[in-house]
């Protein structure tokens, strides 16, 4: 069916800006879908939207609900989106209007910025040298490569703002904002670990790209996020983002060693702060 289904795993809550800034862009997707762990969570003022609807998933876990979101999705185009994403006014009109240059199998996302700074994260001519050390063990003498996996499995930044091109190819993309064709989503629950679901979207990127899926970054368009996604200031977190990036690592035989090399330097530089 032609059209648009937004799907947003959540809490619950007060989602009032993220989907504010879905109704208020130069097109609005039809339907839009929360997924709720179960019916102990609600969303707020949900009598303000017209399209929005609830589903539960009787299950924890952000992925998860997002699958379970897709499966409920009517339409053609489907957008993945974070509770927390507020989207410029032309975005998810331009994403949609990418698939005219696309081929077929592709998934698209926009840049991200974040919301306080309105910046994007730093460029490899800005870069500390304690960040260069790091990206050259995780990615040899290659270095920084915007989009790319690593050889260590390690994800670098989505800055294609130094290319001409509007539409730049990407290794992965990030999953606050993703648009996919319906026949082209991933239905099973590829997340195998407990807690905040850190670094899914290596997975999900992989597992997309192993179906023959092209991965696309759009640079004229702009999603607003809270903060820089790729910081770990705990030891918690740390811990949980080298787990979930090992497992990605594993899937696509990436070279464990500097994985581990890396995440040992960045555990010392957290001791050291």
Known sequence: MNGI???????????CTTLDSLNSGSIVP????????????????????????VVYAKRYGQVYQRIIGFKSAKYDYIVQLDDDILLSFDCLHKLVESFKVLPENSAIAPTFLIKESNTKPKKIEEMSTF?????????GK??????RISSSGFHFDLDF???T????????????????K???????DYFPFDGKAFSEDLIHSYLLRERGIGLYVRN???????????????LAKLIQRYKVTNYAADLQRRNSIRLKIYYLIKLIRLYLK
């Not at 960040?131 to 990615?139: D, S, T």
């Open 5 to 15: 289904s937004a799907v947003i795993p959540s809490l619950g809550g007060d989602l």
């Open 30 to 53: 039809n339907e839009i879908i929360v997924c709720l762990p179960n019916d102990s969570h609600s969303v707020q003022n949900l009598f303000r939207y017209k399209n929005v609807s």
């Open 131 to 139: 960040k260069r050390i790091l990206y050259w063990v995780a990615n």
């Open 142 to 147: 290659e270095g920084f490569q915007p989009g």
């Open 161 to 163: 703002s130094g290319s």
């Open 165 to 180: 091109k509007s539409i730049n190819k990407s290794e992965w993309l990030m999953g606050g904002c993703v648009l996919h």
């Open 182 to 188: 319906k026949n082209n989503l991933i239905l099973k």
């Open 220 to 234: 004229d368009i702009v999603a607003y996020i809270d903060d820089d996604l790729d910081s770990v200031n705990s």
